[in-house]
């Protein structure tokens, strides 16, 4: 029997390169199959790993019916064994069904990679679907790590340097480093960083930490008492 199964986990955890590792098994095995993205960091209709790994895919727009896109293969006369879908929280919730229907109908298996919730640690709209749909969620074992050292469970976005906590929900960007040059680079530049809950919370993130540390008015021990961007203090 088919089945639907989504991998989750924060950025910086694997998720691509497992997905690329999926497909290159599958396809060892003599089996045929479609790979899917949205919004990769390679650009269109790519799927990529910060490995150096990518390989053509077919780009997720708003518009696109996976349900359609297997079947008109199928209908060509092609194979369609399984689907490695990636970035798959970007999809929508429209998008999640069709491919839970591949799956029950076409007897197809389907793999999801994404991310389960965005800066604000709210649910993305096709992670949140998947949730629901999935035979299977797993969570990824490789750790992406915060940078105190922490398993990192939450993705934060950083603009020019500092953590926010308010602006639309997919904005295109990269992981950053612990270790980032202070510099952060242009203006309004775009990055994002793997936390744990308790600096993210915080709204600490590495360049945050970085400076309260240098500070001679902070002690060690209160580099985890800093609020969160927005928040106050008596």
């Not at 991310?115 to 074992?141: C, K, N, P, Y």
């Not at 270790?179 to 600096?199: I, K």
């Amino acid at each position: 029997m088919a089945e639907l199964i989504f991998f989750a986990g924060t950025m910086d955890c694997g998720k691509s390169t497992l997905a690329l590792q999926v497909a290159h098994n599958h396809r060892a095995r003599g089996l045929q199959g479609m790979i899917f993205c949205r919004l990769d960091r390679a650009g269109e209709a790519r799927l990529s790993s910060r490995l150096g790994l990518s390989e053509p895919a077919i780009e997720v727009t708003d518009d696109l019916d996976p349900w359609e896109s297997v079947t008109a293969r199928m209908s060509a006369g092609a194979r369609v064994d399984f689907l490695v879908c990636d970035e798959a929280q970007f999809y929508t919730a429209h998008q999640v069904e069709q491919l839970a229907r591949i799956v029950d109908e076409l007897d197809v298996d389907v793999y999801a990679f994404g991310i389960t919730s965005d800066f604000r640690t709210e649910l993305f709209v096709g992670s949140r679907r998947l949730i629901e749909l999935a035979d299977e969620t797993r969570t990824l074992q490789v750790p992406a790590l915060c940078w105190c050292g922490r398993r990192a469970t939450h993705n934060a976005r950083v603009v020019d340097g500092v953590m926010v906590l308010e602006g639309e929900q997919v904005v295109v960007g990269d992981t950053s480093p612990a270790d980032a040059t202070e510099d952060p680079g242009t203006s309004g530049e775009v990055e994002y960083e793997v936390l744990c809950r308790r600096h993210h919370m915080r709204g600490m993130n590495s360049r945050a930490a970085r400076a309260a540390a240098l500070s001679a008015e902070v002690l060690p021990f209160e580099l985890d008492a800093h609020p969160a961007p927005g928040s106050e203090t008596d």
